[in-house]
C-alpha cells in the first residue's frame, strides 16, 4: 500500500514540477483575457445609409446589414462616439438604426432561433473554432461589429470579440454589455428563426 | 530463474489474455483523450480559466481584477496532472497509481458539472478538452455526464486489471499486483 501511495505521489510530484516551471514561464498570469479596446470610431458622412422605407411594424430579418436596420435617423441623439470596448444600449440602438454596424449574436442556437436582434449575425465562440467559416466572409471589416450574449455574467460576447480580433484582424469589434435581455426589455427590433447566412 | 527477458505466465488463462487486450484498448483510449485535453489547456490555459470560472463554484471565481489563486493554481496543475498520468497509462507504468489520479480527476469534473446541472447554470464550453469540442456540442449537461463517465469506465479497467502483459508494469515493475503471485507457475520462454 505504501508503495502504491509512493507511485501516487511521484507521478503527482512530476505533475507539479511540470505546472511550476509553466507558471513561472507565463509569469504573470493574466487568467481573463480581453479583447484589445477598438480604436475611437465616429460614422463619417457617408457611412449613414440613404434611409429606405421602414417597416415599424414588422421588423425585417432578411439578413445581415439588410434595409431592416436603415431607418430615419431619430433626432435628438448625441453624436455616436464609440469609445472603448463595451457600449451600451443607446448606442446599439443608434448604430442598428442607422444601420451603421453588424450585429453578432453569441448566444446558443437555440437562444439565436428563439429571439435575436434583428438582422444579427449567428456567431459562438465554438463556431470560431471553424477559421473558415463562411459568414465571417460576409463581414465587412470597416464596420463596427457589436456582440452581444445575455448580458450580466455571459461572457461569450467578450471571447467572440476577441476571437475575431484573433483570426480575422477585425479591430472595431464592441461588445453591447446589456445584451439582448436588455434590447428585448425596450421593445427594439427583434427577429426569430435561424441565421440566414448560415449553411 | 533463468530467462532471456521473454516471460510468459503459464496457466494464463484467455480470460486473462482478454484482460490484457481490454486494458490496453483502455490504456490507449484514455490516454489519448487525456492528452488532447491536457495539450489544449497547457497551450491556452486562459481559456481553461474562463472556463473554470463559468462554473461559479465558490472559490474558484476570477474576480474583477482578473486574479483567482486557486485557477490559476488548477489552471496549471490539471493539464500536467493530465498528460503526465496519460503518459503512465500509455506506458503502462504504474498504471493502476495513473488510474486512480484519472479517476480522481474525473470524479471532481462530474461533481463540477452536476453541480452546474443542480443551479440550471448555462454553460456552452466546459472546458473540458481545451478549445476543442468533446463528444457533447450542447450546453454542459447530462452529455457530460455520460461522457466522463465512459472514460471513467476506461479508467476503472486499468485500475482493476492493471497494466496487464503488453505494459512496463510487466517488464520493470515486480511489485505491481497484476504481476503473477507467490505460488503461481510462471515459466519463461
Known sequence: MSGYLTKLVVIFAISAVGAGVHLGASWPVKLKSEPAEPPTWTPDEDDDPAPETPDEDAPSDDGPDAGGAAQDEPSGDEPLVLDGLEIDLDQARQLHERGLATFVDARPADRYEAGHIA????????????TSLFVLDVIDPDKPIVIYCDGGDCDDSHRVAELLQQLRGLELTYVFVDGYPAWEAAGLPTGTGPDPWAE | MASNGNRVFEGASNASKFESVLSLLARIALAQLFFIAALNKITDPQSFATAIDKFQIPGFII????????????????????????????????????????????????????????????????GCFGDLKGFCREAVGTCNLVQNGVLAALGLIALTVGGGRASADALFDPDEPDEPEEGDTVEFA
Request: glycine share 4%; hydrophobic share 60%; net charge negative.
Open chain 1, 119 to 130: 438582422d444579427a449575425m449567428h456567431i459562438t465562440p465554438q463556431m470560431l473554432d471553424d
Open chain 2, 63 to 126: 474576480d474583477d481584477s482578473g486574479e483567482n489563486a486557486l485557477i490559476a493554481v488548477s489552471v496549471y496543475l490539471v493539464p500536467w496532472l493530465e498528460l503526465v498520468a496519460g503518459l503512465f497509462l500509455l506506458a503502462g507504468l504504474w498504471t493502476r497509481a495513473a488510474a486512480t489520479l484519472i479517476l480522481v480527476m474525473l470524479a471532481a469534473f462530474c461533481a463540477a458539472i452536476y453541480s452546474v446541472i443542480v443551479r440550471e447554470i448555462e454553460i456552452t464550453d466546459c
